[in-house]
């Protein structure tokens, strides 16, 4: 009888040590991305391929990055990396914050470009946990930006259940996206990578449900047209920048910025820190 009361408490224990993290997340329900656009101010945020890595998601958790985008793009698709990976950025975030901050959201870059049809890997990211939304790589027409929206009225959005969310919609016939519903705290964010996506740039930023459109591998001139669809269609422009160049970026109207991937930034300080070294004992 002890032996089996000891097993209870020890799968109790292990249950609600699962559980904190989605708990402390909803703290931090609300999306602070959404927060800053609505009020007209700038994102900003960082590029991942390391969700199996624990030790990236305390560097990015207790970060001062509005936003991280998980890339299952360009790494090995797993899904129980993501789900982990989600909750240890709410988990560390809470854990080891020196300063009162909004946790930063993680959006999640899809593996499936926008032509193969995304809708059920759309679906089953929205189920592994609380990300605020994706991003649809190469997305070339407004057809395929249909598509994708139309993914959000189905999806379970499991992740979310029992974090008391305002504005989701899911089945009740209330879209869950921003801006569409404005109390709305899911987001799409589309790239426009090719001259097909460029040719089709209207159709796409015009779709309903279509929060932020991010431009990447495109002239500037192609860049400057899709800023102006965006501020006519009222989509939030999205652009990658660094520090050098991102006063310019904002103050042409430019409100989601990426500054790139976080082992270019290691890299970058690695190389920086290894010559500083090296310089000083010569």
């Given at each position: 009888?002890?032996?089996?009361?000891?097993?209870?408490?020890?799968?109790l224990?292990?249950?609600?040590?699962?559980?904190?993290?989605?708990?402390r997340?909803?703290?931090?329900?609300q999306n602070?991305?959404?927060?800053?656009l609505?009020?007209?101010?700038?994102?900003?945020?960082?590029?991942?391929?390391?969700?199996?890595?624990?030790?990236?998601?305390?560097?990015?958790?207790?970060?001062d990055?509005?936003?991280?985008?998980?890339d299952?793009?360009h790494?090995?698709?797993d899904?129980?990396?993501?789900h982990?990976?989600?909750l240890?950025?709410a988990d560390?975030?809470?854990?080891?914050?020196t300063?009162?901050r909004?946790?930063p959201?993680?959006?999640?870059?899809?593996?499936?470009?926008?032509?193969w049809?995304?809708?059920?890997?759309?679906?089953?990211?929205?189920?592994v946990g609380?990300?605020?939304?994706?991003w649809?790589?190469i997305?070339?027409?407004g057809?395929?930006?249909?598509?994708?929206v139309?993914?959000?009225?189905?999806?379970?959005?499991?992740?979310?259940?029992?974090?008391?969310?305002?504005?989701q919609g899911?089945?009740?016939?209330?879209?869950p996206?921003?801006?569409?519903n404005?109390?709305?705290?899911?987001?799409?964010?589309a790239?426009?990578?090719?001259d097909?996506?460029?040719?089709?740039?209207e159709?796409?930023?015009?779709?309903?449900?279509?929060?932020?459109?991010?431009?990447?591998?495109?002239?500037?001139?192609?860049?400057?047209?899709?800023?102006?669809?965006?501020?006519k269609?009222?989509?939030?422009?999205?652009?990658d920048?660094?520090?050098?160049?991102?006063?310019?970026?904002v103050?042409?109207?430019?409100?989601?910025?990426?500054?790139g991937?976080?082992?270019?930034?290691l890299?970058?300080?690695?190389?920086e820190?290894l010559?500083a070294?090296?310089?000083a004992?010569?």
């Amino acid at each position: 009888m002890q032996m089996r009361l000891a097993a209870t408490a020890a799968a109790l224990a292990c249950a609600a040590g699962a559980a904190a993290p989605a708990l402390r997340a909803a703290e931090d329900s609300q999306n602070n991305v959404i927060a800053l656009l609505a009020a007209g101010k700038p994102a900003i945020g960082v590029w991942t391929g390391a969700t199996p890595a624990t030790r990236i998601a305390k560097v990015l958790g207790t970060s001062d990055a509005d936003f991280i985008v998980a890339d299952l793009e360009h790494d090995i698709y797993d899904f129980q990396a993501l789900h982990r990976f989600l909750l240890e950025i709410a988990d560390f975030h809470h854990r080891y914050r020196t300063q009162p901050r909004p946790m930063p959201n993680v959006l999640v870059k899809l593996a499936h470009r926008g032509g193969w049809d995304p809708r059920y890997e759309i679906s089953e990211v929205m189920r592994v946990g609380p990300a605020i939304g994706v991003w649809v790589p190469i997305v070339e027409s407004g057809a395929e930006m249909q598509r994708i929206v139309s993914a959000f009225g189905q999806a379970e959005q499991s992740g979310f259940e029992g974090l008391n969310l305002s504005g989701q919609g899911g089945h009740t016939g209330v879209s869950p996206l921003w801006p569409t519903n404005p109390k709305g705290q899911l987001m799409v964010v589309a790239m426009i990578e090719t001259d097909e996506g460029v040719r089709h740039a209207e159709q796409i930023i015009s779709t309903p449900g279509l929060a932020a459109l991010h431009v990447v591998h495109l002239s500037e001139a192609d860049n400057d047209k899709i800023l102006k669809l965006c501020q006519k269609y009222h989509v939030v422009p999205a652009i990658d920048a660094t520090p050098d160049d991102v006063k310019a970026r904002v103050a042409a109207g430019w409100r989601l910025i990426s500054l790139g991937w976080d082992f270019g930034m290691l890299q970058k300080q690695l190389g920086e820190t290894l010559k500083a070294t090296r310089n000083a004992i010569k």
